[in-house]
């Protein structure tokens, strides 16, 4: 196996290094290596608008997932995960007081992060503004929310903002959003994980536009 991967590498122009078990050990900080690893630059976030036109361009609904204040590379994993395999254009984080897309986070997405557009945003709620003003209806995901997921209209061009572990959204956020929707619960727990709330919420979009385009077809 390693003389193939040495190969592939080869053919890639990718140097290559041979280095001790212990040195590798050291370099994964104990993440399983199956002795290969590999050294990545920066992980290459795009522009906020760009994913805005890469939507419009697609000639169909934009679908937006933005994350408020989430601190679990796995959560954000798992959120990247779901949104890539729904099909949705791009996912906005906030700059700050929030975790970036780490190691941790692009194995928790199985590889969605090589397929989705990840922009950072400095003010979250000034660039829910923007997006409305082009034409972007903003659903925030709340316990507390007004409306319940599955009576919410989420055919058109949306965001959804999903908020943090344990505090939801932020109420700057939460004051942008054009309305807020809630996951009906039965049982004893007042809330879902992050991630499974995200999955829950995301594909209702998903069921919703696949059911409109089946009645106008």
Known sequence: MSEVIRGLAR?????????????LDRLVKGVPHQGVAAEAGPFPYVEAEDILTRAVGAHEAAFLVVLDG???PQNLGAILRTAEAAGAHGLILPRDRAVGVTPGAV?????????L??????????????????????????PTGERLLY?????GPLALVIGAEGRGLRPLVRSRCDVQVRIPLSGGVASLNASCAAAVCIFEVIRQRQMARRGSG
């Open 117 to 142: 557009p990840v922009a950072r945003v400095t003010n979250l709620a000034a660039f829910l503004e923007w997006i409305k003003g082009q034409g972007v209806w903003v659903v925030g995901a709340d």
């Open 151 to 155: 009576s919410a209209e989420l055919t």
């Open 11 to 23: 053919e890639r122009g990718v140097p290559v290094e041979v280095r001790l078990r212990a040195d």
């Open 107 to 115: 194995r928790a997405s199985a590889g969605a992060t090589e397929h």
């Open 70 to 72: 989430i601190q679990d």
